[in-house]
């Protein structure tokens, strides 16, 4: 009897998906309102300053500092009104001039003093109550970014603000990779969509398919072009025909189920027959039954069938591969470390991913059952905790914590 191959660490599986993963050539201009989410093609560079000129950060009063000193106070008169988008012209000296936020510092003027800290008097002068010093509550031409600069980098995956950002330097438009096209597939004979069965009318056995729900929604937030092929059935034939059609016309496929060694598991035969696998079982739980390799150009992962392995695998391995063939930079997850709320005596020989969620007194509390096949446990989860093998949890232990939100935005 041949034995089996050692199963592969986690660190070692992301790190042949990523040499793999080579960024698409392909770009494209999107408008600047249509490119949250979206991968940077090149730098964007500002061809201006921003600011673009001096002005006020408040509602208040232009003036200069050393016309009101440190002694009494004076009461100066107002010599122009500036709102947002005038051009003022040179301050008078021994005035002030009424300005609102965002409007050109006149000429001649060094800071401004909010109108609460003024006071105008009857006969329509102001009083300043508090000696302002030079750049009180201005904003500088230049301080938010200099002309030339390189504001937003290649590579990296744009959000509101860096959208936002995008637009304050006028761009209209963005290059952007190519959005991948993935196509999805699910196997198993058990399963049947919601909709299609009712559930007074599952046969014995049956599933209803909630892979495919999260494993589209997630690939769809991160920008990929998706082809739902729906269920495969459980023949060799049926899964190398699926396979092969949805090489030709796609940048990875990816399916659930059937990666494992049962007799019924079909997927990593029938990628074998088309072209190659490079990684298969991995040593993490959950999530043992993954697969990577190619069919002809095509890419191809397989994650387990159980819906929590194949939860957890995704966001752990295939959206970082996903990331860098958009030509991402940062794909790595987040974590931070946080006290577990809980103990864990159970240590596994395998790298665990716990199901937590944090509490109000800031700490980690575990989901009661840790199945794999319990996908309440996903739903309720904010986190995993990342467990090395042999690794047990005492109450009050610091422990490395992955936040859900950002792996699935």
Not at 10 to 15: H, V
Not at 70 to 91: E, F, K, N
Not at 126 to 142: E, F, I, K, N, Y
Not at 215 to 233: E, K, Y
Request: proline fraction near 9%; charged fraction near 20%; glycine fraction near 8%.
């Amino acid at each position: 009897m041949t034995p089996r191959a050692p199963l592969i660490p986690l660190d070692d599986a992301l790190a042949t998906l990523l040499a793999y993963a080579v960024p698409l050539a392909a770009t494209e201009w999107v408008n600047t309102f249509d490119a949250d989410g979206r991968v940077l093609a090149q730098d964007a560079v500002s061809p201006l300053q921003v600011p673009s000129f001096d002005n006020s950060a408040m509602d208040g009063y232009a003036m200069r500092a050393a016309d009101v000193g440190d002694a009494a106070l004076p009461s100066l008169p107002v010599s122009q009104r500036i709102a947002a988008g005038a051009a003022p012209g040179p301050l008078q000296p021994g005035t002030v001039a009424r300005i609102f936020t965002g409007a050109p510092l006149p000429a001649g003027a060094d800071a401004v003093v909010m109108q609460e800290e003024c006071a105008v008097q009857p006969d329509g002068t102001v009083r300043v109550l508090r000696p302002p010093q030079p750049g009180d509550c201005v904003r500088r031409a230049g301080e938010d970014v200099a002309k030339n600069a390189v504001v937003l980098s290649k590579g990296e995956r744009l959000a509101p603000a860096s959208i936002a950002l995008a637009a304050s330097i006028g761009m209209d438009a963005v290059c952007v990779a190519r959005r991948p096209r993935v196509a999805l597939f699910s196997t198993g004979d058990e399963l049947v969509m919601p909709g299609d069965v009712a559930p007074q009318d599952m046969r014995p056995g049956a599933i209803y398919n909630s892979n495919r729900f999260f494993l589209r929604a997630l690939l769809q937030r991160m920008g990929c072009v998706v082809t739902d092929l729906g269920i495969v059935p459980d023949q060799r034939d049926a899964t190398v025909d699926a396979l092969r059609a949805a090489s030709q016309t796609h940048d990875l496929i990816l399916t659930s189920g059937g990666v494992s060694v049962g007799e019924e598991d079909h997927v990593k035969a029938a990628v074998q027959t088309l072209g190659h696998l490079h990684l298969w079982a991995l040593a993490i739980k959950p999530g043992k039954p993954f697969a990577y390799g190619a069919v002809g150009p095509c890419h191809f992962i397989g994650l387990p069938g159980n819906p929590v392995a194949s939860f957890v695998t995704f966001l752990l391995l295939v959206r970082p591969f996903v990331l860098r063939l958009q030509g991402a930079t940062a794909v790595e997850p987040p974590a931070m470390a946080l006290p577990a709320h809980f103990d864990w005596p159970r240590a596994d020989k395998r790298r665990e991913f716990l199901r937590v969620r944090r509490n109000a007194a800031g700490g980690l509390d575990l989901f009661a059952n840790q199945s794999s096949g319990v996908l309440t446990s996903a739903a309720w989860a904010d986190g995993l905790v990342d467990t090395l093998p042999g690794q047990t949890i005492a109450w009050g232990d610091m422990v490395r914590f992955i936040p859900l939100a950002e792996l699935q935005a």
